[in-house]
């Protein structure tokens, strides 16, 4: 993982830079809006789209869209929605299908969370949730690609992820900010004074996003599509 850039002077904001391989995102919370912010910077600044798996309403538009600096940023983010672990795994081994050259992230957020429920009878959880991390590691090195996941816990489901995920970027709460870390990489810039104040709320992304707006205007332009598609694949959507 690189280190993003900015300019000197400038109150740009660090942000992790996505190479490709299953990256977990340790948000040690429930606050989605880093994942969000992280994959919004990533298409910005690729100019790609994004394929997000969704579970457990992870994903909800009203949320990409209160961050995005550009409603059409939406148009770059296709999202399948599974409601059970058969439905989830299914939507994994059918991804291939819709991931292409202009594909530049999949996201799967929580993406053990489906296979804890009670529902999981006839196959064991842990080797269907191995066999779906197996599957999103092979879509990131046939196409070259980020995977962004996380996990609900730690425990013997969670692990599996962790195992799987070539990095683990960390996200904390500091006075200053939200802060990534990872393996060789640290936030170290924020935009503006007083961030300890919005530490916590939504406008801190909007800010960090609004800050590194000219690295945005520099990256190549998105293909056009359908706004915020969803995929359906065997019941699921």
Known sequence: MARSTHRAGESVPDMPQLDPGIRLLDLRGRDPAPLHSLVLDHLLVTGGTALWIDARNQGPSQLLASLAPSPRVLDRVRIARGFTAFQHASIVEHAGEYLDDDTAILVAPAVDSQYRDDDVRGVEPQALLLRTLARLAGYAREYDLPVLVTRTATDRLGAPVAASARETIAVERTRFGPRFTASDFETLVYPGPGNRHL????????????????????????????AAPEVTTHGSH
């Not at 916590?200 to 690295?215: G, K, M, N």
């Open 199 to 226: 530490q916590t709320t939504l406008a801190f992304w909007e800010r960090v996003l609004e800050a590194r707006q000219p690295l945005y205007e520099a990256a190549p332009a998105a293909p056009a599509t359908p």
